[in-house]
């Protein structure tokens, strides 16, 4: 069988890889300029297939990906118009499928464990996600679905990045949990929060947690209102999409059970959106820093399989 070739665009780090009889992969700081960014990735990918034939190339990348593998706009790269897959079929003459590296990372995690149905929310700067129905993954037309970072969970709320306001971002971010948590260092000074975190400039997503965890009144705040806007936007989920797992990666994840319980027993009390609805799993992505790469080599196969079994 023909190796298939995976890459992870990230804004700091891309990270590629071959699948043939075994996975090799590599890593190289993302340039900042479109054409030497392909000739990077080609690079890396003839180097890791030593000359074997593709079967195709999938590609995770942020930003808004249309069907045909054009990114639109890459933040944090400011590229915008960018036919990646245009360019890399050129360049590598191979069939290559794009999309968003959110969805890439949550068709890796449903693989890992074996769901065919299951939503992904990746809680970082802001709220990633990635739906997958029936195995594939679920973009929407012309690629643009799958932003559940902004559904509203309160109207007329805070402002979100998006400029909207009320964004389950703008709530259940790690940036959203670090602003809340700085507002209540500065309107409680006697929180053990400031023992934790002297400088309200370096709070981080785990100073609330790690100070309820020892009994600060003003951290179990924070967490307690954290948990319910998450919660808010995981039974909103379910009442659309009744996935088999809701999963939940991101920095914020790394507090485990002690947040993953509560969110459970937060759905739990609300019957997970409806009398006797079914309850789907709430459980922590498992694959880390390489879910996005080996969500690009599942997207890629799939899409071969497809093509192999078209009349």
């Known amino acids: 069988m023909r190796p298939f070739a995976g890459v992870d665009i990230g804004g700091t780090m891309t990270k590629v890889g ?50 045909n593998g054009k990114v639109d706009f890459m933040p944090n790269l400011d590229f915008e118009d960018f036919d990646i897959g245009a360019l890399l079929k050129r360049e590598l003459q191979t069939n290559v499928a794009v999309t968003n590296d959110a969805n890439a990372a949550a068709l890796a995690e449903c693989k890992r464990n074996d769901f065919s149905d299951a939503v992904m929310l990746t809680l970082g700067t802001g709220v990633g996600s990635g739906i997958i129905i029936g195995g594939k993954i679920y973009e929407g037309a012309n690629g643009k679905a799958a ?5 509203i969970i309160e109207a007329d709320g805070r402002r979100c990045g998006c400029g909207m306001k009320g964004c389950l971002e703008a709530y259940a971010s790690a940036s959203a949990l670090i602003a809340q948590t700085k507002r209540a260092m500065e309107a409680d000074r006697s929180s053990f929060m400031w023992e934790l975190c002297p400088d309200i400039n370096a709070v981080d997503g785990k100073v609330a947690f790690e100070a309820e965890k020892l009994g600060d009144r003003a951290a179990k705040e924070v967490v307690e209102e954290y948990i319910k806007y998450l919660g808010t936007g995981i039974i909103n989920i379910c009442n659309i999409f009744r996935p088999e797992a809701v999963i939940i990666g991101g920095g914020v994840s790394n507090q485990g059970e002690y947040l993953l319980g509560r969110l459970r027993n937060f759905c739990l009390a609300r019957e997970y959106g409806y009398k006797n609805a079914p309850h789907p799993q709430i459980i922590k992505a498992r694959l880390g820093s390489l879910a996005g790469l080996y969500g690009a080599i599942e997207l890629i196969k799939y899409k071969s399989e497809e093509r192999n079994e078209r009349p």
């Open 147 to 151: 932003e559940l970072g902004h559904m």
């Open 18 to 67: 071959v699948l043939g009889e075994n996975f090799e992969s590599a890593s190289f700081c993302t340039p900042h300029d479109k054409d030497r960014l392909i000739l990077e990735i080609c690079k890396e990918i003839l180097k890791l297939s030593h000359g074997k034939t593709l079967e195709g190339v999938g590609v995770g990348c942020p930003g808004a990906v249309d069907p």
